[in-house]
């Protein structure tokens, strides 16, 4: 099965920097990519997703980029704010209805 | 729209004892999905149903089993709870007529095995 990988584990930034998140996976026939944030104590909610057709989605401060030919996208949050803190999570979806999601990366954004 | 319920929202049992989590979801959702959620491990798929009628197995399946009760419920059994079952369980659904398909999680029911 596909297998996704997420680093780093912990990411701490300053309030007002950017903070990036990589993910990999190893299926090429991944066609559907998602970020989830999870707060303490709270459910997964998706953030942005990204299309296998698309390379580079924005909304607001939070934009992914996927290259198809290394297989890896990533997470950019800019002008990050405490309200940013939580954990992240990048998922794959090859052909099928399996979703596999990396082991998250924990944001601290320091005020 | 309450989106997606889970009961109950925290259990404890002892080894040996058994229980099932319950999920409903009021979007009209066909498929449906339960995860484990453990420290450092991201979320683990234990099984799905892609449509009512259908189940399969994810990655974690052993030690659970799951009933798609019909289009809006799918619940979850552990026959014999072990201390490797403590972990908290999330259900999701998803639209899952196309690849593209944001998934919708639960609550979250956080479980402790004595």
């Known amino acids: 099965g596909e297998n996704v990988e997420q680093h780093p584990s912990t990411l701490s930034v300053q309030e007002g920097d950017s903070a990036v998140i990589k993910c990999t996976y190893s299926d090429s026939a991944s066609n559907y990519f998602p970020w989830y944030k999870q707060e303490l104590g709270k459910r997964p909610q998706l953030i942005i997703d990204i299309r296998s057709n698309v390379g580079e989605k924005k909304d607001q401060r939070i934009a992914v980029t996927l290259n198809k030919t290394a297989k890896h996208f990533s997470l950019h949050i800019t002008e990050t704010q405490p309200e940013d803190s939580a954990v992240y999570f990048c998922?794959?979806?090859?052909?099928?209805?399996?979703?596999?999601f990396g082991t998250g990366t924990s944001l601290t954004v320091i005020p | 729209n309450a989106g997606v319920t889970q009961t109950p929202k925290f259990q404890v049992l002892k080894t040996g004892q058994s229980m099932t989590l319950q999920c409903a979801q009021d979007?009209?959702?066909?498929?449906m999905y339960w995860y484990r959620q453990d420290p450092g491990m991201g979320l683990r798929l234990i099984y799905y149903?892609?449509?009512?009628?259908?189940?399969d197995k994810g990655e974690v399946p052993n030690g659970y089993n799951v009933s798609r009760l019909n289009k809006r419920e799918f619940s979850l059994r552990l026959e014999s709870a072990a201390p490797s079952q403590t972990s908290v369980y999330f259900c999701?659904?998803?639209?899952?007529?196309?690849?593209?398909?944001?998934?919708?999680f639960g609550p979250g029911t956080r479980l402790t095995v004595l």
């Open positions: 979007m009209n959702h066909n498929s």
């Open positions: 999701a659904s998803s639209q899952g007529r196309s690849s593209y398909n944001e998934q919708f």
């Open positions: 998922a794959a979806r090859p052909t099928g209805n399996q979703f596999y």
């Open positions: 149903s892609a449509s009512e009628g259908t189940t």
